[in-house]
């Protein structure tokens, strides 16, 4: 049985003391990665293209990269960090014996990945911003929507650290689920002009549906289906929030 | 009652790592378990501690099952585990108040806690200081403090000086007997027997699973060994021949392949007939715990 309490905030508050410790090697490592997209590709080879939707490629490619800095950023969290406390630090095996239960450690550990992601994400709105690549009031919802995309992606990534053996383990995940979910959810090209397959495939990942929100919120339209994007968003999310901690409860408690 | 357990079963896949054991734990208390490795004494302190479900049996840690409300048993418990397992990401201090946190205990509080604790074990010095920069010892020590920061009913430690020093084992014997002065119940496991000598009102001896006796130290010397030990160093004579030059004297009597041991009330006679037959390499001394646990578990290792 899976009970959470408020005490997860407890977990939440130690990840960010530890946070503040190495604020600028995290600045760092969460910025470098979004911001040579945006540049290489942005500039680089939006240089060589024409408009797409309307609208240069760099500013096209823009909104999708602020998602993905936070996706990137969650799944780092949950994933690596997770693990490293779980098994090789036994940061866990030292929380639990305390009030705190299992389940809020992994609560503590998931929105604290939404937290990072939201930070990331942010980070990135910024340097967009400065780029003058940002055109709405509307995009001050961004960071509420990138706190969706940081806890579904947390989620998820706690789901693979519940079964992971190994940091090896982690690579395959990122190279066969994220890094496709990556380039196949709108980012870099428009998916309306993909075959039929891909499009049906990309419409169920969940990042696919940030980033159509993302565009519509920096760019100041109306996305063509909010309900859908907001669904997709918010209801996979609950399933592997479950699903996730009672893994982790399982493979904790023996 | 502290703790009371019956018929208490822990099995991981196919290891039957606890097997049916029974044993009350009485208020401020200290209670041992020894025992060989893999005997399930870690195993015991788990399930006391909510780390691990019990199997099958009945187990009362502070009056409450903790299969049922874990956090509020946990919140009475102070735990200190097998192996250090301190946040690296914190200084000495913050580990210790991070901690309180965990316990709801108020930051105020919490902060001046930390710094008597670290008083207590000595480490007030590194108050700043990185826990990777702590050597083990006083890795050793920090847990300890942790372990009491929400002033716990009961302290349950797991081996708490293995691979320190003798000044910092002495220094952390000084600390559990100011504890026990102050009335806190305590549940230790240790390979040390001097150590279970000394801080134990009663210990438990494990093994494959199972209480083989329970009693205090004493007695168990009393009761299981005697008063005193005779070792005779064999040196190439056959065991045969001593068994059969002692055969007239109403001694226990164990042989390993280097030396013979006997255990008995008073030695002055077998020692003096031991002279006479011209046996020379000969030690007499008083029976420990050591004597009790070897006799009980088997000289030679198990696994
Ligand atoms: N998580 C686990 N999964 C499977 N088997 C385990 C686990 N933990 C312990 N065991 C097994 O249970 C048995 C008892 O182990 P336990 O750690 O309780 O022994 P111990 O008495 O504390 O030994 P030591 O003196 O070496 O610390 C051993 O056979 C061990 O291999
Ligand atoms: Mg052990």
């Not at chain 2, 065991?239 to 390993?256: H, I, M």
Request: aromatic share 12%; glycine share 6%; with cysteine.
């Amino acid at each position: 049985m899976i009970k959470v309490s408020s005490r997860w905030t407890k977990v939440w508050y130690r990840n960010y003391i530890s946070f503040l410790k190495f604020f600028y090697v995290n600045l760092v490592g969460n910025l470098g990665d979004p911001i040579l997209y945006l540049l290489a590709m942005g500039f680089g080879l939006g240089a060589f293209l024409g408009q797409i939707e309307g609208v240069s490629y760099v500013q096209f490619l823009a909104p999708g990269i602020i998602v993905s800095s936070a996706m990137f950023a969650a799944v780092y969290e949950c994933t690596f960090e997770s693990f490293l406390k779980m098994i090789h630090l036994k940061t866990y095996d030292a929380i639990i014996v305390t009030p705190v239960n299992i389940e809020d450690v992994v609560t503590g550990d998931i929105v604290w990945g939404a937290t990072k992601a939201m930070l990331s994400g942010i980070m990135m709105f910024v340097v967009i911003t400065v780029f003058g690549l940002i055109h709405s009031w509307w995009s001050l919802f961004i960071p509420l929507l990138i706190f969706l995309v940081g806890l579904h992606f947390a989620c998820f990534a706690m789901l693979i650290t519940a079964w992971a053996p190994n940091f090896d383990y982690f690579s395959y995940f990122l190279e066969l689920v994220i890094t496709p979910i990556f380039f196949f959810s709108g980012i870099f090209f428009p998916l309306s002009q993909s075959p039929g397959w891909l499009r049906a495939l990309s419409g169920t990942f969940p990042l696919t549906h940030a980033v159509e929100l993302s565009r519509a919120l920096v760019m100041g339209t109306v996305p063509q289906r909010p309900i859908t994007n907001i669904l997709f968003l918010i209801i996979p999310s609950i399933g592997l929030f479950y699903w996730s901690v009672w893994r982790m409860k399982k493979r904790m408690i023996k | 009652m502290v703790v009371v357990a019956k018929n208490l079963i822990k099995k991981y896949k196919d290891t039957m790592a606890v097997n049916g054991i029974e044993f009350k734990v009485q208020e401020k208390e200290c209670f041992g378990f020894i025992g060989p490795n893999g005997a399930g004494k870690t195993t015991t302190m788990k399930m006391i501690y909510c780390f691990v479900p019990r199997t099958s049996g009945d187990l009362q840690v502070l009056g409450r099952d903790p299969s049922i409300h874990p956090e509020l048993v946990k919140a009475n418990l102070g735990v200190v585990p097998q192996d250090n397992n301190l946040d690296e990401d914190l200084n000495v201090f913050t580990n210790l108040t991070m901690y309180a946190n965990y316990f709801d205990i108020p930051k105020a509080i919490a902060r001046t806690r930390a710094k008597e604790l670290l008083a207590f074990v000595q480490l007030t010095e590194k108050e700043k200081v990185k826990i990777n920069e702590l050597s083990s010892g006083m890795k050793r020590r920090l847990m300890i403090a942790r372990g009491l920061i929400n002033d716990p009913k009961l302290l349950i430690l797991d081996e708490p000086t293995v691979g320190l020093d003798p000044q910092a084992r002495h220094l952390i014997w000084d600390r559990l007997h100011e504890l026990k002065k102050q009335n806190v119940s305590m549940i230790i496991t240790t390979h040390y027997m001097d150590e279970a000598t000394e801080l134990c009102d009663r210990i438990a001896v494990m093994d494959k699973g199972k209480i083989m006796v329970v009693g205090k130290p004493k007695d168990l010397i009393r009761d299981h060994i005697g008063e005193e030990v005779v070792e005779v160093m064999l040196m190439d004579m056959p065991a045969g021949k001593l068994k059969q030059d002692t055969s007239g004297f109403n001694v226990t009597l164990e042989e390993t392949s280097q030396k013979c041991y006997f255990y008995c009330r008073d030695c002055r006679s077998l020692l003096s007939h031991l002279a006479d037959k011209g046996y020379k390499h000969i030690l007499r001394r008083p029976a420990t715990l050591e004597d009790v646990f070897l006799k009980l578990t088997g000289r030679d290792l198990v696994d």
